[in-house]
């Protein structure tokens, strides 16, 4: 059953006061605050930026998306597989692994700060030309003349951000190398094996744990990256005061019933947006806020793009 929408000339607070006790949303957020959130979400006014065409917007968005996680996944994946082979080695020569010198911190930091920058860049200048197709006022900021100084900014955030993730992401590959050589060294056929059979059963075992593993990192940061890409191109061509923000949801039928109710919700540049979730509620400055629960951030497809506020359009 679909959540309710807001009638022909119906007032914020009737209809809120409607979609509250909406069988639906009471199914769906049985707690009073996360309703009365959602109905908030819902009851959405269709004129504020009406030149701005978020459908045509996140197609585009999503075409680089796909792109650039293509590209990282495969970068990934390579860096993960190169540090599996070494444990494989070490385990045929010794039948011990040490782990000394595998998935270092450094080798981590230095992939995701160039995903970061590599990938941040792409969004933030392709904002940048694209906002074009929305206002009839020349934009003179020339995306590459800012290069330098965004890179710098970028880094900073993301061995910032990098830092709280890497322990993590390190220590779950590490495990799982342990996990699995232990695994086969407790098969009695396997290990009947020679050095040349062992070493290829490795290596397609962890050839397929790397593409996973690759894919999941990249699909779940790329929407924070992209998100964090629009952000600093929109602050690189317009003063915070000019701007305002919309969150716009995938809608294809895979989206949270949550995030839906989000689709085109618009708050100021500066503000952050109130996203709730069936066990409570996230105040996030955009889609993929590290700060958010995982109900909102792990596999979120979702954008907020920074637009000017309606008068800026003319």
């Not at 000339?9 to 309703?35: G, H, M, T, W, Y």
């Not at 070490?90 to 981590?108: C, I, K, M, P, W």
């Not at 930091?109 to 020349?138: C, H, P």
């Not at 990192?217 to 305002?244: C, D, H, W, Y």
Request: glycine share 4%; charged share 30%.
């Amino acid at each position: 059953m679909p959540l309710p929408k807001p009638r022909i000339n119906e007032s914020e607070k009737d209809f809120i006061d409607r979609c509250i006790i909406d069988a639906e949303v009471q199914n769906e957020f049985p707690e009073l605050d996360q309703r009365i959130a959602v109905c908030n979400n819902l009851y959405r006014p269709t004129t504020k930026a009406a030149k701005f065409d978020s459908q045509r917007f996140m197609f585009g968005l999503e075409r680089k998306r796909d792109v650039q996680e293509r590209n990282w996944s495969r970068q990934f994946s390579r860096f993960y597989f190169n540090e599996y082979k070494k444990g494989i080695k070490q385990f045929l020569e010794t039948n011990n692994v040490s782990e000394l010198g595998l998935f270092r911190f450094t080798d981590f930091e230095d992939l995701m700060v160039g995903m970061f920058t590599g990938m941040g860049w792409v969004f933030a200048s392709w904002y940048m030309r694209s906002i074009n197709n929305y206002q009839t006022k020349q934009q003179t900021t020339n995306p590459d003349d800012l290069k330098a100084i965004w890179e710098q900014k970028m880094i900073a955030y993301a061995k910032q951000y990098s830092a709280a993730k890497i322990g993590l992401i390190q220590g779950t590959a590490l495990q799982n190398l342990r996990k699995i050589i232990k695994a086969f060294m407790a098969d009695p056929d396997f290990m009947s094996k020679g050095i040349e059979e062992k070493s290829r059963i490795l290596n397609n075992k962890f050839k397929q744990l790397s593409r996973w593993q690759a894919k999941r990192i990249v699909r779940t940061e790329s929407t924070t990256i992209s998100n964090i890409g629009l952000e600093q191109g929109a602050e690189a061509m317009f003063p915070k005061e000019q701007l305002e923000k919309r969150w716009i949801t995938s809608m294809d039928g895979n989206e949270r019933v949550w995030h839906g109710a989000m689709n085109n919700k618009i708050v100021d540049f500066d503000k952050k947006f109130t996203v709730p979730h069936p066990k409570g509620v996230d105040y996030m400055l955009r889609a993929g806020d590290p700060s958010a629960s995982a109900a909102n951030r792990v596999n979120c497809r979702c954008a907020v793009v920074p637009v000017p506020k309606p008068d800026e359009f003319d």
